[in-house]
């Protein structure tokens, strides 16, 4: 009798043992789980910032962005909070309705922790993500999700440790029931959600970008910086000499030792090449790097506007009637005619998009508190610029990319107060100072140019996307 009591109690005491160390064996498990959900969700928070890129700029056949062809749905009939279902139109012409969901392979592993990973990834744009500049800002949902092995129960630590508990609870274990669509589980998981606003990056990173040669040898020219949202660092706004700064930084996206870079004169800023050597005449005050230039450049496609978008033709002369900022105006229009803009009623600020399907050499008034956008489908002849705002962003120019041998020049002006973006362009400016930002093919710079370090957010058209925050979301 005493051998078989003997017998019990080291049994009992062996089974507690092995009962206890299967469990927490299997928080441990369960732990290495919530851990390898992580990776999950970023890996489909990377397949939505992966679309976003394409609605800019992927073009001629490929994987479009949020296309139902490759694997992606409409979030209906529960969009995320704040969102609906909208339909949009890239700037590459097709359409796409957010908010969209896609569903990532489910990946095989082995090793401790979980078999199984995989993620739900939910894109939306609501338009209360829209920018002061027309700008669409994406919201990125990504949910990982793992597989947990063994039993459905969680570790006996919950039961003597609140911290324990505490830690469980924060991990999303799901044994029984799915926690989202209370769904029954026949294997236990566990998720990890991340939220990831995708910002627009636009035309206007830097004071010059040239993609083929760049020619600035003018030994009197300056490029340099100012702020104009900053008052430390410009007056009521506009470039002051006194408070310039030192970030009127040069791209020259090229790699040939037979089109170095040519400058002269002061850089306040930094120059970076793709390879290409410099031939310098004058100071640079940043930094020189012959082996990272390579800033991004797509092409400009020609509008996509709707006919019911397009508004008729002033003709004769007559002005054109810029829209609100919400509601903007859009014109089609060839032939060399002078740019007057009407300000939209109630003193409110104004947007107008004009496209001149061939060489425009008219004039071009811009009034205060308008924003014009002119996409050109020809040459530009050195048109006579008066912006009334003293603001670069209230005037860009767009060279449409499929023109052949685009040239577009400025005139010699005191002040030119314009953006160019024209990637596929031979750019010449003239010998007026230039508060703006010039992006070209060739580019050949006769005289100073001011660039306004606002410009970075600004444009009227998105070139690509990054990331502007990353969070967990712990509910």
């Known amino acids: 009798m005493f051998a078989l009591a003997t017998i019990l109690i080291l049994s009992l005491i062996g089974a507690t043992v092995l009962l206890s160390t299967s469990t927490r064996y299997g928080g441990s498990m369960n732990t290495g789980g919530w851990q390898e959900a992580l990776p999950a969700a970023e890996a489909g928070a990377d397949v939505g910032l ?18 139902t062809s490759n694997g992606w749905s409409l979030v209906y009939p529960n969009p995320p909070q704040n969102s609906a279902n909208v339909t949009y139109t890239s700037p590459l012409g097709y359409s796409y309705t957010l908010p969209a969901q896609y569903t990532l392979p489910t990946l095989q592993q082995i090793g401790q922790g979980s078999v199984q990973t995989w993620a739900k990834v939910v894109v939306d744009g609501p338009p209360s993500l829209i920018d002061s500049q ?42 029984n029931i799915d926690r989202f669509t209370h769904a029954a589980l026949t294997t236990p998981q566990t998720t990890r959600a ?53 970030n009127g930084n040069i791209y020259a996206n090229f790699n040939s030792p037979f089109a170095p870079a ?3 004169g002061t850089i306040n800023g930094n120059v970076y090449t793709e390879g290409s050597s410099i031939n310098l005449t004058g100071t640079i005050s940043g930094t020189t790097n012959y082996n990272s230039a390579d800033n991004f450049t797509p092409p400009v496609l020609a509008p996509n506007w709707t006919l019911s978008m397009i508004s008729p033709n002033p003709g004769g002369g007559g002005a054109y009637q810029a829209g609100t900022v919400a509601s903007p105006t859009y014109y089609i229009t060839s032939g060399a005619g002078n740019v007057t803009i009407n300000p939209p009623a109630g003193g409110v600020a104004g947007s107008v998009n004009i496209w001149f399907t061939d060489d425009f050499a008219g004039s071009v008034t811009v009034p205060v508190g308008v924003t014009v956008k002119i996409w050109l489908g020809g040459a530009m002849k050195t048109p006579n610029v008066t912006n009334l705002n003293n603001n670069a962003s209230y005037l860009q120019f767009y060279g449409i990319s499929s023109v052949l041998n685009q040239k577009i020049e400025t005139k010699d002006t005191t002040g030119y107060y314009a953006m160019i973006y024209a990637p596929n362009a031979q750019i010449k400016t003239g010998a007026g100072d230039i508060y703006g930002s010039i992006v070209g093919n060739n580019v050949n710079i006769k005289n100073s140019i001011h660039y306004d370090q606002a410009f970075a957010s600004i444009g009227g058209i998105a070139i690509d996307y990054g990331r502007a925050s990353w969070v967990e979301d712990p509910r």
Request: aromatic letters at 10%.
């Open 194 to 246: 991340i939220e990831v606003m995708a910002q627009p990056q636009t035309p206007f990173g830097a004071a010059i970008i040239a993609n083929s040669s760049l020619k600035a040898v003018n030994s009197g020219y300056i490029v340099d910086s100012f702020d104009s949202r900053d008052p430390t660092k410009s007056t009521n706004g506009q470039y002051d000499p006194a408070k310039a700064q030192q």
């Open 262 to 264: 040519n400058l002269s």
């Open 50 to 67: 992966t679309n976003c890129r394409w609605t800019t700029w992927m073009a001629g056949g490929v994987t479009k962005g949020f296309d």
């Open 134 to 175: 027309g700008n669409q800002w994406f919201r990125i949902r990504s949910t990982g999700y793992a597989s947990l092995p063994g039993h459905a129960r969680i570790s006996t630590d919950t039961r003597s440790d609140r911290n324990a508990l505490v830690s469980d609870t924060l991990r999303k274990f799901s044994f």
